[in-house]
Each structure stands twice: as C-alpha cells, then as structure tokens.
C-alpha cells in the first residue's frame, strides 16, 4: 500500500458511496468556503436504478426534490440551474410536469456527479479505522488496483440499499427466469419466449414492471401479479397526508418508544411502499383498451392481491413452481410459470468497510444503528470523529429516510452539525399538523451553539477536531425510550 512520506491534511468529512443522498451532500457542501470533503464510490459512474429506468416511468415526488433546492434554491446544483445547462428551461415549462421522468432525474444526478470536484467514482472504500481522533479510511483505485490512504473527521455512510429476495425463493437465487425487478431492463429480452410471467409484488415497481409486460407482451403471453397486500391501494398522496415527509414527522416520529416506530413503520406502507395512483390507472386502461369487443376474461391476465408466495422451486418439467397461500381463506394451490420478476423492495445495506470499527457501535437488540436527530450514529465516547448516516435509520427516523423530498433536508442537518454552526439556516416549522399532543415539547431545529471553532478557522488548524460534540453512548442509545 502506498502512503506519503508526510499525512495530508485531514477532510473534515468523507462520504462513503454516492448515491443520490450523498451526491446531496456533496453539492450541499461543495461551496462552503474551508470545507474540505471528499465522496467516494466503487463504481466507475453514477447511476441510479437503471434496470428501472422504463420508458414512460415517472418520479414520485416534485422536481423540487432535487439534490439542492428545498434548501438552498440558488445552488448551482439545482434541477432549474440543471435544465438551463442544458437549455431545456423552455420544453420543461411547457411539459407542465411537477414529476420527472426517471431517466431525466437519473442524467441530472450524472450531470451533478461528473462535475462536482468532491466526488471520485472508481474509488472503494476498502476499510475504516480509528486513528486518534481521526479515521483513517483505505482506498482502493478501481481500474488500476493501487491502494491508498486518507484521514478524516468526520464519516458520512450513503452505501445505498440492497435488493431484498425473499426466503420464499432461495432456491431460485441465480436462476436465469428468475431476478429481482433491479436488474429488470438488463435481463428483459431473456423474457421474449416466456409465454406465462408472473411479478411479485404490490409497489411501485411492481406496477411499473407488470405495465412494461402488459405494453410488450405478444398474444397468448400469460401475465400475472401476485401481491401479499389485500388490495392494490394506492400510494397516499393528499396535500397533508404528505406531510409525513417532513421535517416535522421526522423529529416526532424519532420521539416515540422503539417498539412504537417499528409498528408504524409496517403501518404506514401506503406512504412508502405502494404504487402510484396514475401507475395504476394506467394499467387498468391499457386493459380496458385491450378487451375492447371482447369479454374481459378474454385477456391472459391474472391479477391476485392477498397472495402470499410460500416457497417457490424450479419445476419437474422446466419452468418455476410456485406454492401460494391465499391470505384471507387460507387456501394454498401450485402456480406453474416460466418466470419471475421480483418487485419485492430493498433493504439498507452495512458496508463491510465499516467491519473494523463495528464494536465500537452502539447496536440496537436488532442489530441496527442508533441515530440521533444529526443522523449521526451512537459510539464508544472515545471515537470522537462523527459517522453520519445516510437511507439507513427507517427505524428512528420514519418513512421519509428513503424518500427524495427530505434528501436536501438531511444533507444540511449532516453539515451543520459536522461544521458545529449553521451552515444552511433550517425552517422551525414545516407541516400544518401538529402529529404531537398538545403541549408536548418541541425538538430543537439545528445544531446546538458551537464549542469549536468554525469550519472556516478549522481547516486552517489541522490537529483541532472538527466536530464540537464528541458522541456518547447516551445521545442517540436513548432517543425514543
């Protein structure tokens, strides 16, 4: 491993993967005069689900929800700044659309990630260490192999989510007619000569899987949708219904006992899991439109919620065999298919680099972070350095960790509280509803006064930490006890 005769000068923070989250981050703190950051990510690109980048597939939230603009709208980083670069300011106004395509969402992030100096794909984080005060953070140079060393401060994980496979087919991981809906646009053709396919799940990428199938599925092509969900609700998408995606709901959600939030968590999947009511709507009329002079049941389609898959094998005599249990009745049949495409989530992901500095981490019974309101995560008082987390604390901080719309939001509570001052003024209040009992008492907005000097005054003096408030066990192990 190579490393320099002299240490280089600290960052004051190093973000771990970049996604669109940590590419907030990025963009966020780039024009913050002596910040000196660095992200980092082991691909050889930014790219943003791009086996669901179908044709017609819209975002579900505003454009506003862009990597900068709910809180700084002057960045030079905006989705607006983005399409005059691109001189498409007048089409977009006559478009009329507050939701963007997702393959212009996933070029505007690529647009941002190529250009932003404190960004560097190819690179992995192999390992992180404590090193004093500091982390001491391995690097490995992609293309060539070369492994290098930085120190930083202060740790910000945006590793991503996983896809999630089911128990239920285990015995399908790999198989060809089988993968989950991420890999959907790459492994697509290998559908052409299926003649019965059948999609797992009731979201949003399930709506958007089953509708691509509908539009290029030939005659006699059998296509079924199986849902564990009684009924294919839409996703919850009134003005203050909405409002669970706010600041607000974060910090009185992030208030309740642990058992509370997992139980709302599961609750609330019409806020985080379902499928768009336009995506659905779509479907119905592409099937109204086909059984037009014909009996509805004339069309080869299948659509089943309250279906739970139980296990699911390759068949005796080719194809896949699929054991259902209808939720309601109870009853269990055999479902034959050529294949499967499994819309069925994902799950937030602990990089492995994190391995050597994983007994210094507060766990919670389930093996999962402790994060307080900074998003920063619960540690042995002696690993001073901050460890930030990005689209990892569904469990502390509700179904807004892994939408879009708080993205900006969580980014400038990260860099206030690196930088121990305001670096982005936050809004107090965000919602009209109070979720709150009356009288209950309010969470402070922002980082606490500083005990350390500017971020500014900071880099100028190496040895000083950069974060004002050393982590103890106590700060975020008790939150919501």
Not at 358 to 374: E, K, P, T
Request: proline share 8%; aromatic share 8%.
């Amino acid at each position: 491993m190579d490393t320099p005769a002299a240490r280089p000068a600290p960052y004051d923070l190093l973000g771990v993967g970049i996604g669109p989250f940590n590419l907030s981050l990025a963009a966020l703190a780039e024009p913050v005069p002596g910040l000196r950051t660095l992200f980092c990510d082991q691909r050889p690109e930014f790219r943003w689900h791009p086996g669901m980048l179908v044709d017609g597939a819209r975002m579900q939230v505003p454009f506003l929800a862009d990597l900068v603009s709910l809180v700084d709208p002057t960045n030079r980083w905006s989705f607006l700044n983005y399409l005059r670069e691109q001189d498409r300011l007048f089409p977009f106004y006559f478009a009329e659309r507050f939701q963007l395509p997702r393959r212009e969402y996933d070029h505007y992030c690529r647009w941002a990630a190529e250009r932003l100096d404190n960004c560097r794909f190819g690179t992995e984080v192999t390992a992180l260490h404590r090193d004093g005060t500091l982390y001491r953070v391995e690097l490995r140079d992609t293309a060539t192999g070369r492994r290098t060393e930085v120190h930083a401060r202060n740790l910000a994980l945006g590793v991503g989510t996983r896809p999630v496979l089911p128990g239920a087919f285990t015995a399908l991981d790999g198989h060809p007619r089988a993968f989950h809906s991420a890999d959907y646009l790459d492994r697509r053709d290998a559908l052409d000569d299926a003649r019965d396919i059948t999609v797992v799940g009731s979201g949003q990428s399930g709506a958007e899987v089953f509708l691509d199938l509908l539009r290029r599925a030939g005659e006699g092509v059998r296509l079924r949708w199986l849902t564990r969900t009684r009924a294919l609700a839409p996703m919850e998408y009134s003005k203050l219904g909405l409002e669970h995606f706010t600041p607000d709901y974060t910090r009185y959600f992030h208030g309740l006992p642990g058992p509370v939030r997992d139980t709302l968590v599961e609750a609330q999947w019409q806020l985080h899991k379902a499928a768009s009511a336009e995506t659905l709507a779509q479907i119905h009329d592409h099937l109204y439109e086909r059984t037009i002079g014909r009996p509805i049941d004339d069309a080869p389609v299948e659509i089943t919620p309250g279906t739970a898959v139980t296990d699911a094998r390759p068949g005796p005599c080719g194809g896949l065999e699929l054991r259902c249990r209808h939720t309601d009745s109870g009853a269990e049949h055999v479902l034959r298919t050529d294949a499967v495409v499994l819309a069925t989530g994902y799950r937030a992901a602990r990089p492995a680099a994190l391995d050597p500095l994983a007994h210094l981490i507060d766990w919670d019974a389930a093996g999962r972070y402790r994060i307080d309101l900074d998003h920063r995560v619960a540690t042995l008082p002696d690993l001073a350095g901050g460890l930030y987390v990005q689209n990892a604390e569904l469990h502390t901080h509700g179904v807004g960790t892994p939408d879009l719309g708080l993205g900006a939001h969580r980014a400038a509570v990260i860099l206030n509280a690196v930088a121990g001052r305001t670096v982005h003024r936050l809004p107090e209040r965000t919602a009209w509803t109070g979720f709150a009992p009356p009288g209950a008492a309010a969470t402070p907005v922002g980082p606490a006064a500083p005990t350390a000097p500017a971020m500014g005054d900071v880099a100028a003096t190496a040895d000083v930490p950069a974060v004002p408030r050393p982590q103890e066990w106590t700060r975020a192990a008790t939150a919501g006890r």
